[in-house]
């Protein structure tokens, strides 16, 4: 059983935690209908009042909320406090290049670090210990996220971010390092690296909490094998607060949902409609206590099942599988989102045509991705100078707009196989979701 950083709350009754989804969600309802206008027109385009909400069976007949309602909505109308309360924003890239930013009150920062010092103290973390966080620092959730958490179990914190393989190893070493969080295939990169060095039998990690993009359990397998630790998974996106929406715990096999914050549901994504629980669906999220940015039956795109059977750890909220896939387009490439239709944008926005295919693929652990596109008539007589310089303006370009290296090949008329149906935009050849 545990180990818990809040036990009573991650082992609290089911009657428990639903007397406080009831509560919380109808006081959150009540709040963001009196205070954000966008709610407000949302609902009585409805026909929903907020008294029509009086428990979580109720919940059903709330709107959704899209990706494009935080872009119509951008950068402040979705907020259900004044600017001044809030004391951070975060950020991830919307569908057309858009940002999506979310706001924070102090109190939001801290229910977000609890639940990542949950998932800390769920891996065995304690203040002996020593935590690596290599997640990106920045507008990115994941390093602040884990840091904050990491502060709250009282480990020693190593707020080391990303890259710089060298100075993590050596830091790994000297600073006996005993947590690790970063993407599952940082870490399994990591490993790598050590074992290439020579160095396997001078670190001390013990385990690893890894998420922000889809893993296999192949791959949890090579890296626990590699670094010599448990792997652990760990689930959340910005719109919801950031990581720790959900954790594993010591049985590897599903993520608890912090149910005291965050009601689940699995709907149909073609429907709408709400799934019994077993079923794969797709995962909505409303929060119930968060102030500057809740969000209310916000529909995350991520395909899971929901389990309530009882776990070996002794925790009592719902359990998530990995994501088994997405219901939209989104790429996750090295832990950052992609859409296709932000590569479209810049490579029309460079005079180029929307012949295009976008292949991702993992190499050495490492994600890559490449843009092949094909010539123009006017770029065709050009020279291979010329060419190569109208690649590195295109590479410019989709960096500045998803803020990675993405490889640019400008391809032969006609050479990019033609759908009769639709346009197969996109091969991932990682093939990530098969669980
Ligand atoms: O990726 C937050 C995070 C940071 C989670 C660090 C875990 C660790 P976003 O950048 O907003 O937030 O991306 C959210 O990433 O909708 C999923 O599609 C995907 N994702 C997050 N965690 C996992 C995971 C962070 N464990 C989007 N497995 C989500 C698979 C994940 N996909």
Not at 52 to 71: A, G, H, M
Not at 225 to 245: F, M, N, R, W
Not at 332 to 342: C, L, T
Not at 349 to 361: A, E, F
Request: overall charge negative; proline content about 4%.
């Amino acid at each position: 059983m545990g180990p818990f950083y809040q036990e009573e709350i991650e082992t609290a009754s089911r009657e428990q935690i639903l007397a406080w989804q009831n509560e919380r969600l109808v006081k959150q309802v009540r709040n963001v209908y009196d205070n954000v206008e966008y709610y407000r027109r949302k609902m009585d385009e409805k026909g929903v009042k907020p008294e029509d909400i009086q428990s979580v069976e109720d919940l059903y007949k709330l709107p959704f909320l899209t990706k494009d309602d935080l872009r119509d909505a951008y950068p402040y109308g979705l907020m259900a406090r004044p600017l001044s309360d809030c004391v951070r924003i975060q950020s991830t890239s919307g569908t057309t290049g858009r940002r999506v930013v979310a706001f924070y009150t102090q109190h939001d920062v801290d229910l977000w670090e609890e639940c990542c010092a949950r998932a800390i103290t769920a891996v065995g973390g304690t203040k002996e210990d020593v935590c690596q966080v290599c997640y990106g620092y920045g507008l990115f959730t994941g390093g602040p996220g884990l840091n904050g958490g990491s502060h709250k179990v009282g480990c020693l914190t190593l707020p080391m971010s990303s890259g710089n393989t060298d100075r993590q190893i050596q830091f790994m070493i000297d600073l006996q390092a005993t947590i690790l969080c970063c993407t599952p295939s940082y870490a399994a990169y990591l490993g790598e690296s050590i074992i290439e060095r020579g160095l396997r039998d001078q670190i001390r990690l013990k385990a690893g909490i890894f998420g922000a993009e889809a893993w296999t359990e192949e791959m949890r397998h090579d890296i626990e094998q590699k670094l010599g630790i448990k792997a652990y998974d760990i689930y959340g996106l910005t719109e919801i607060s950031g990581p720790g929406v959900a954790f594993e715990c010591s049985a590897q096999n599903g993520m608890h949902i912090n149910e005291d914050h965050f009601i689940a549901e699995v709907i149909d994504p073609a429907t709408g409609e709400v799934l019994p629980e077993g079923s794969k669906g797709e995962l909505v999220f409303t929060s119930i206590t968060k102030e500057a940015f809740p969000l209310l039956r916000y529909r995350t795109k991520d395909i899971c099942i929901l389990s309530r059977e009882k776990c070996s750890c002794g925790r009592t909220h719902v359990k998530m599988t990995k994501p088994l896939g997405r219901s939209d387009d989104m790429l996750i490439v090295k832990g950052v989102n992609v859409f296709p239709s932000q590569i479209e944008t810049v490579l029309l926005q460079k005079g180029l045509t929307s012949n295009y295919q976008i292949i991702v693929d993992r190499v050495n652990h490492s994600d890559t991705i490449e843009v092949k596109v094909e010539i123009t008539p006017e770029l065709f007589s050009d020279d291979m100078s010329t060419l190569s310089a109208r690649e590195k303006e295109i590479v410019d370009a989709l960096k500045s707009m998803l803020g990675i290296y993405a490889k640019v090949s400008i391809v032969e008329p006609k050479s990019i196989i033609r759908s009769e149906g639709k346009a197969v935009r996109v091969i991932d050849r990682r093939n990530l979701y098969k669980g």
